[in-house]
Each structure stands twice: as structure tokens, then as C-alpha cells.
């Protein structure tokens, strides 16, 4: 099971951290991905990151400003949202898979989603 956590309510140009946890499950097998959904729209990629920590993917509208990164032995991963912008407020989703890649059909797991909301 997965559970997302650190959203809220932030205004333009601040931050946030979200936290994926696991239970039930050893993290480091999976591959772990970001999404998010804003109301009448897709879920669409934020960020990715491999088994070992090592190789990071991002979508082009979040690159160098989200990094994610792990913690294994904590069976934990953080996405770190700098610089947000009203186009970020959105349903922020983990997921957990076996293939790092930016396709929602390719993660097995969900957690339930985390609300970010970016005041102007």
C-alpha cells in the first residue's frame, strides 16, 4: 500500500515536500513515479526514479524544479516542489512499477493522492 502526504495549500513561487510511503511492501524493488491530475484533465508524469536511486526522470514542465529522490531503508520517496505555479495545483499521485517510464499503464501500485493548491 502507498500513501501520499505533504500536500496543501502554498502560494506562487514556494514549496513543498511530498513523501510516498510503503507498507506492506519492500520500496527498493520498485521503480516509483509522481502524477498528477487537475480537475477535467489526464493524469499526466511529474517525475521518476529508479530502484537504487540513481537515474531520475522528469517531464520538461517540472525539470529543475522537482527533484525527486529516495530512501530505501526508510521505504520512503520525496518529491521537493520549488518555484510552484498555479499550473501545478493538481491531485498529486505515487506509483510504484518495475519499468521507469512516464506511461500511467506501466505502474502496478497507487497510493490515493496528496492535494497541492498554488495560490496567485
Known amino acids: 500500500q502507498l500513501q501520499a502526504s505533504g500536500g496543501g495549500l502554498v502560494q506562487v513561487g514556494g514549496s513543498l515536500r511530498l513523501s510516498c510511503a510503503a507498507s506492506g511492501r519492500t520500496f527498493g524493488n520498485y521503480v516509483v513515479g509522481w502524477f498528477r491530475q487537475a480537475p477535467g484533465k489526464e493524469r499526466e508524469f511529474v517525475a521518476a526514479?529508479?530502484?537504487?536511486?540513481?537515474?531520475?526522470s522528469y517531464a520538461d514542465y517540472v525539470k529543475g524544479r522537482f527533484p525527486i529522490s529516495r530512501d530505501n531503508p526508510k521505504n520512503a520517496v520525496q518529491l521537493q516542489m520549488n518555484s510552484l505555479k498555479p499550473e501545478d495545483t493538481a491531485t498529486y499521485y505515487c506509483?510504484?512499477?518495475?519499468?521507469?517510464?512516464?506511461?500511467?499503464?506501466?505502474?502496478?501500485?497507487w497510493g490515493q493522492g496528496t492535494q497541492v493548491t498554488v495560490s496567485s
Open positions: 506509483a510504484a512499477g518495475n519499468t521507469l517510464s512516464a506511461a500511467v499503464g506501466t505502474y502496478d501500485y
Open positions: 526514479i529508479s530502484r537504487n536511486g540513481l537515474i531520475t
